[in-house]
C-alpha cells in the first residue's frame, strides 16, 4: 500500500457539490491499494500514520504526534498512486481491482478509528475534489514494501 500523508490545519473532500468530509488539524491520507496487499500491509500503514511524530513541541521539533495534538484524519482513495508512467500516458495496473481495493480502504479507515482517531473520508472511486491548508508543508510518501 502506499500513502502520501500531508500534515494540514485543516482539509476537505467534496463529492458533487457537497463536502463529504472534513478535518481541522491532523492528516491529509491519499492512498494507494496495489495488487499484492493484503491485511497485513494495511493494518502496518495505519499504525504507521497514526504513529508518525511529525508535529512540533515546545522547543520547535518535529515530536509529538495525531494523539498528542488532538488531531484527526481525512483519507481518500487515490488509485493513481500506483501509476506507471514509463510513457506519457500512465498505466494503472499497479493498482487493486475494487474487490480488492475497497475492503483495504475500509479496514484502514477502521484502523485508524480503532485508535481513537477522528476519521473523515472520500468516497471510493467518486470523483472528488480535495482541499487542504498544508502545515509546514511536511509531507511524507509511506509504501509498506519499503517499511
Not at 488509485?79 to 475500509?106: H, I, M, Q, W
Request: hydrophobic share 40%; proline share 3%.
Amino acid at each position: 500500500m502506499r500513502a502520501v500523508v500531508t500534515r494540514v490545519s485543516s482539509a476537505s473532500v467534496t463529492i458533487g457539490g457537497r463536502v463529504s468530509g472534513a478535518i481541522g488539524r491532523g492528516f491529509l491520507v491519499l492512498l494507494g491499494v496495489g495488487t499484492g496487499d493484503t491485511e497485513k500491509e494495511c493494518d502496518r500503514l495505519a499504525d504507521k500514520v497514526c504513529g508518525l511524530r511529525v508535529f512540533e513541541d515546545e522547543n520547535g521539533k518535529m515530536n509529538r504526534n495525531l494523539e498528542a495534538v488532538g488531531g484527526a484524519l481525512l483519507v481518500v482513495s487515490q488509485f493513481t498512486l500506483y501509476a506507471d508512467c514509463k510513457s506519457r500516458r500512465p498505466g494503472f495496473t499497479g493498482a487493486a481491482r475494487p474487490d480488492t481495493a475497497v475492503p483495504l480502504y475500509e479496514r484502514f479507515l477502521a484502523q485508524c478509528a480503532a485508535r481513537g482517531f477522528p476519521v473523515e473520508h472520500g468516497q471510493f472511486g467518486a470523483d472528488m475534489q480535495v482541499e487542504s491548508v498544508n502545515d509546514g508543508p511536511v509531507t511524507l510518501i509511506l509504501d509498506t514494501d519499503m517499511l
